[in-house]
């Protein structure tokens, strides 16, 4: 048995991770209102991204990897000797990443695909690729490793904090949030992961508040968690998301590990402009 661990792009895992463990990634895409289209294995600088955006007359659209693209992936990993693959996908509550790599697996012979549908998204999708990876290095079996990612998502989630609604509501990504239309005016809003699902949690008057909130609801959750990793996901406001970052790091206790990572593409997309996440997973996570 050889089992390879592959993942789609909006687990935001480093190139350097990508390259140590030989991690397959299929690429979600974007399109601007000027049809000008890339997937995320293109190199865009996010400053750059974030300007189109802003200047654009709609939202981007994105769209989830095509099923040749799985398939093209499971073919290669087929041809070089593997017998499974762990396929980690962004959360089918808002993609159909998940379903497209599942429809992909029933349509190769020869080899057995396994999808894990994270519920989540950026480093929080890819906490559960790294988790993966060990446990292949530490010889477990296929249904043993998702049984251990479906008992490590119990303990996994993630709140969010935007500028505005808008680009949420727009591309269909946030669940629930009508009552708040045309409250928010000077209040922030804040969100949570509930069941792969975005949707609303509560408005607070500034965004100092919002963070502390993020802070506040995440470290509520895991005081008595024995391990905990904590991941700062920033956006296009660089500042916010490091000094969130430095003080997790400087209050937290030891049996805390915390990470600091940034939105791609894609889920900037469907962020906009000042997004900021926190999450946490029950485990220490291997994150080199």
Known sequence: MKIAVMTDSTSYLSQELIDKYNIPIAPLSVTFDNGENFTEKTDINMDDFYSQMLNSQTIPTTSQPAIGEWLSNYESLREQGYSDV????????ISG????????GDMVDGIKIHAFDSK???????????????????GYEPQQIIDDLLDMRNNTGAYLIVDDLKNLQKSGRITGAQAWVGTLLKMKPVLKFDDGKIVPDEKVRTKKRAIQALENKILDIVKDY????????NGDHFEDGQALYKKLQSECPNNYQVAY????PVVAAHLGSGG???GYVGRKIRLT
Do not use: H, N, P, W
């Open 276 to 278: 900021l996440g926190l």
């Open 97 to 104: 990443s998940f379903q497209s790599a599942k429809q992909a």
């Open 86 to 93: 762990i396929v980690v996908c962004l959360s089918s509550g």
């Open 120 to 138: 989540l998204a950026t480093m929080m999708e890819g906490c559960y690729v790294l988790r993966a990876i060990e446990m292949v290095e530490q």
């Open 261 to 264: 990572s940034e939105f791609g």
């Open 226 to 233: 024995d391990e905990v990793t904590l991941f700062v996901i």
